[in-house]
């Protein structure tokens, strides 16, 4: 929908897309749907849900044996966006460096993105 013919709408570091083919194997899900949700101190929250069935609206990517779908709504905000997945001594999870966020809470929870007209200017080059 927002693609840039050639590039993918997210890419995946190699930590994240083996923990995405590990979360598929061990769940039997063909991949992950990522979108966007209203919440969180800063507007909105990414959410990550197991998918059996294939929405034929979503941008799928594939990668080393990992499955992402992007929703529909969620494509504008997510293109452009590296998912990496850190463990550290405190904590384990995905982590999204995303070019579109204009502004983040404190706890990394929630993002502002930058506004429709900016978005589409953008991905218009």
Do not use: H, W
């Not at 990394?108 to 506004?115: A, L, R, T």
């Amino acid at each position: 929908m927002f693609g840039i013919p050639g590039k993918q709408a997210v890419s995946l570091t190699p930590a994240a897309a083996a923990q995405i083919a590990k979360l598929m194997a061990r769940d039997g899900s063909s991949g992950l749907r990522i979108g966007v949700k209203k919440g969180g101190c800063a507007g909105m929250e990414y959410t990550m849900d197991y998918v059996t069935e294939v929405d034929p609206l979503d941008e799928r990517v594939e990668q080393d044996g990992a499955v992402v779908m992007i929703a529909p709504m969620a494509q504008m905000f997510l293109f452009g966006t590296e998912i990496d997945y850190e463990v550290s001594l405190l904590e384990s999870g995905f982590k999204f460096r995303n070019p579109n966020v204009a502004d983040a809470c404190g706890c990394g929870e929630s993002i502002k993105f930058k506004d429709v007209e900016e978005l589409s200017a953008e991905q218009r080059g």
